[in-house]
């Protein structure tokens, strides 16, 4: 497969124990409290001086480290300062600013999305000079934990990366380096890791300066579920690639550059990889897909404006696979049960009625339904496009020129009146957004209610090799 394609996939289902960023704030976030006693001790954490944070390293206890379920002192394991949520106050907190929900649709892709979470505040850290923390996982503070979250506040130091390592693979999280860059820096911003409780970290030592933070436990929490704040402008995520903007733009424009790639250009189809709250069931209602680009998450929202930013205009569809079991006699083996047609809509139409005469399939094309015909973008020649089980558990399969035979061999006279679009899938369609309606089917004299299953999906047009 093209590299270009190749990029802009991985880039897009990339699927990482951890994600990692930066937040940018209003400067109240950065003023701590601590203290023991009644009088407490203030400091601007974006503006700390070598004192202060001299002062603040002296009066945090030695930090211990769980092992073996009990917490001991070892500084040729943990050498660091830390107080516990009692000792201290910070403005910022991750779930007012939007933080936990951020961290949550990156860790969440799919409809684990509806998964909620909440973040407890645990401790503050301090790493001066020569501080570190060897590799360790972090140890489970109840059955419903299932991760950390550490925030890193813009206190100058060199060194003290954090490492996480997963199933034999690395990364490495500079965070010094990234809170120095001056745009970062220019807008007063923290950096943030979270990762998922298997995921072994290492704090690297500290060659020069300050690294202070604060980490969460994370916990999944079914009494927020249906809880989705909007997305927060001051965030920049790194990992995963595709949240990242910036990234996600290069691979596309690398798309785009290559001239072998629809050379005469096409349509570029992509699956939603997170999943919104939608009315399951459409009866009339506004068309839900008109509000739904200001909701857009994640890899989701960075394509979208990716596409916008290239000049492009990309389509939140509809995709519904009309069943056809007439056809499936003549071209799908005795195992299929029937012939799935995808057809695109651009709003959830109801289909009033289709009786016996008439042809389903047809009848929502007069509805404004084009019939799809799905390709793999690069797959040449192309390749059967499988697709798992739907939520009926039925099989679906879109063999690849199922749809331009089943139009062009067993519907002669309809494909005539019919308007198909050919469709280069990029990464494949997600069912986990689905709409239903119903669809009234007179067999005889018999009204019979069916439900139609529509699935939202992101297309977009790309001119020509030359014009692009
Ligand atoms: O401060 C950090 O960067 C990480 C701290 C940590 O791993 C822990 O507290 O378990
Ligand atoms: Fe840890």
Redesign the pocket.
């Known amino acids: 497969m093209k590299p270009a394609i190749e990029n802009l996939q991985k880039a897009l289902t990339e699927n990482l124990p951890y994600c990692s960023g930066t937040l940018a704030l209003d400067p109240r976030n950065f003023i701590l409290f601590y203290g023991k006693e009644n009088r407490a001790r203030r400091v601007d954490l974006l503006h700390a001086s070598v004192k202060q944070l001299n002062r603040l390293e002296r009066k945090c206890d030695p930090?211990p480290?769980g092992r073996n379920d009990q917490s001991v002192l070892d500084s040729t394991y943990r050498k660091?300062g830390k107080l516990d949520v009692e000792h201290f106050a910070v403005g910022f907190d991750a779930d007012r600013a939007g933080l936990v929900e951020a961290v949550r649709t990156a860790l969440f892709p799919g409809s684990e999305l509806s998964k909620a979470v909440r973040a407890e505040l645990?401790?503050l850290?301090i790493?001066g000079q020569d501080g570190f923390?060897k590799p360790?996982t972090?140890t489970p503070r109840a059955e419903d934990m299932f991760g950390?979250l550490?925030v890193?506040f813009p206190t100058p130091h060199e060194g003290g990366e954090?490492v996480l390592r997963h199933q034999g693979q690395e990364w490495t999280f500079n965070s010094s380096e990234v809170l120095s860059q001056p745009d970062i820096q220019a807008a007063a911003s923290v950096a943030f890791?979270a990762f998922f409780s298997d995921v072994e970290?290492e704090?690297l030592p500290v060659r020069a300066g300050h690294?202070v933070?604060v980490?969460y436990n994370l916990y999944y929490d079914s009494s927020r579920a249906g809880y989705a704040p909007p997305p927060v402008p001051g965030l920049r995520m790194l990992q995963p690639t595709g949240a990242n903007l910036p990234a996600l733009s290069d691979a596309f424009a690398m798309l785009l550059k290559d001239r072998t790639m629809l050379p005469d250009g096409g349509i570029l189809g992509f699956g939603l990889r997170h999943q919104y709250p939608l009315p399951t069931f459409w009866s009339g209602e506004p068309n839900p897909l008109e509000g739904l680009p200001a909701l857009l998450k994640g890899t989701d929202a960075a394509l979208f404006a990716t596409c916008k930013a290239h000049g492009l205009n990309p389509r939140l569809r509809l995709i519904y696979e009309a069943e056809d079991s007439a056809a499936s006699d003549t071209f799908v083996s005795p195992v299929e049960r029937s012939v799935l047609i995808p057809i695109l809509l651009d709003s959830p139409t109801s289909v009033d009625s289709a009786d016996d005469d008439s042809d389903p399939i047809q009848e929502i094309c007069e509805y404004g339904g084009v019939v799809m015909l799905p390709r793999i973008l690069g797959q040449d020649p192309p390749e059967p496009l499988l697709g798992p089980p739907d939520r009926r558990g039925k099989r679906i399969q879109y063999i690849r020129d199922l749809s331009d035979r089943w139009m062009w061999a067993y519907k002669p006279a309809l494909a005539q009146n019919i308007k198909t679009e050919t469709v280069h899938m990029v990464t494949e369609i997600t069912r986990f957004n689905t709409l239903r309606t119903t669809m009234v089917v007179y067999l005889g004299n018999e009204p019979a209610a069916s439900l139609m299953y529509k699935y939202v999906f992101l297309t977009v047009a790309i001119g020509p090799a030359k014009a692009r």
């Open positions: 930090a480290f660091a645990y401790k850290n790493y923390f360790h972090d950390s550490v890193i954090l890791v970290h704090v690294r933070t980490t």
